[in-house]
């Protein structure tokens, strides 16, 4: 199998992107995300105000191209890449397809694909049966925590409550993209989704099988994001050798939550990606407090020790194009550190020359997809 190191690009500031929802106003929080106790503070001080050593700076050695290469490389080794490489040095990817059904509009097939010896990922394939010849662009869609999330997001319901739960917070993004002309292809995201998860057997690990991924990852050496990572991109080679009647160059990649997370990381590394949008995911690793945002199965270890924040792993997708996109009223995120992240992404992009490549945008409401904006990004990126 081939083990594609990807090359790419990055840059510099302000925030003349980040785009207000109309008649709101952009304004600062005014208090801050977390209060910790004297106590806490005292022993996250030492933790989390560290300087990272690939920062981006614009006076790094070799500036905007020897920063991305020099922090690419130190992520693929964090992220625990090359033992997994090591694996699966001698294996043959496998892709096994089933039986296609006929839905209003597109047809939808299972596939199931071997990423590592052993590792059986399963996947929808869903493809408009309109009359175009044309190849078509492809959507690779990342699902987040939710057990059933690569069915939720191919619109293939349990029963009628999480049909009309899904349609409520517009959460099925595959069958979106099959209905606008896309190919879409939704895996299930390894530690996240039940049929590809280690169970935490007598609730050792909080009764969280993505924690436990976690934790047996780390004894591994690797990290979850590193496996699901690897899985996105094993399947992005099946896409491109092997999948008919698609533009194998207009490859988009998204996903809400933890499947942006997974998005971001995957743009990160893998330039076949060439529209990435984390949707309700992309902030830096901690609050200004020190508040780690993310769910723990996202831990990168020694990643503000030895690489950088979350906003410039993201900003590795530079030059291609990047949407982030957050909801106004989701609690798990904040006004004021998204707008900073995003404000270093800015600047990032433009020391890449490739400033008007990310946009960010606030939907009004909570942790979900907002359509609206994702759509006509990708299909005035994919115009050009
Ligand atoms: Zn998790």
Redesign the pocket.
Known sequence: MRFAVFALVVGAAISSHSQETPGQPHKKSSSPFVQFDPVSKALLQPLHGQKSPLAWRKDFPGGWPAWRKAAREKLWELLGMDRMAAVAVKHRVNVKLGEVTQEDGYQRQRGEIETEPGVFIPFWVLTPTDSLSNKRPVALCAHG?DSDGWNTYAGVYRDEKHRRETLAKEGSPGVEAVRRGYVAVVPATR??AKAVSITDRKGRHGN?N??AQ?VHCLLAGRT?LGERVWDSQRIIDWIIQDLQGVDTKKLVMLGNS?GGVLTLYAAALDDRIRVAIPSCSFTSFTSAEGFIFH????LIPRAQSELCDLSDIGALAAPRALLAVHGRKDGLHHFDDVQNAMERVHLIYRAADAGDRFEHRWGDQGHQFYPQFIWPFIEKELEE
């Open positions: 925590h530690g996240l969280r993505c924690r976690l979850p933890g769910c723990d199965c996202c």
